[in-house]
């Protein structure tokens, strides 16, 4: 029996969240856009956008390994969960949350 996939956020989720995360990543990466965005817009110093980018990445690869080991705990498809939450965060694990509750 295939185990389900899991229940994925709202949409909004995804936009916000992952459109932060690349315009993030364009910022600290690109000094091009950093210094076009910088003549609008205060903006931290390259080099701590790069550690706030460094830091987002650590933190949705351990939410993943969270993830990963609670649905296997739970019977659930280990897979899908990870990555979702890979790519989405924190909204992940609360739709992970309300799954295990339903069950």
């Known amino acids: 029996m295939a185990l389900a996939p899991p229940s994925r956020p709202a949409l909004a989720w995804f936009a916000v969240l992952d459109g932060g995360v690349a315009a993030l990543s364009v910022l600290a990466l690109s000094p091009a856009a950093y210094d076009a965005a910088r003549r609008t817009v ?3 110093s390259r080099t701590a956008l790069q550690g706030l980018l ?3 990445g650590a933190l949705h690869v351990g939410e ?3 993830a990963r080991r609670t649905a296997a705990r739970h019977g659930l498809a280990v897979g899908p969960w990870t990555r979702q939450t890979f790519v989405v965060g924190f909204p992940s694990l609360l739709a992970l949350r309300r799954t295990i509750a339903a069950t």
């Open 42 to 44: 205060p903006l931290p």
């Open 54 to 56: 460094g830091l987002t």
């Open 64 to 66: 993943a390994i969270y």
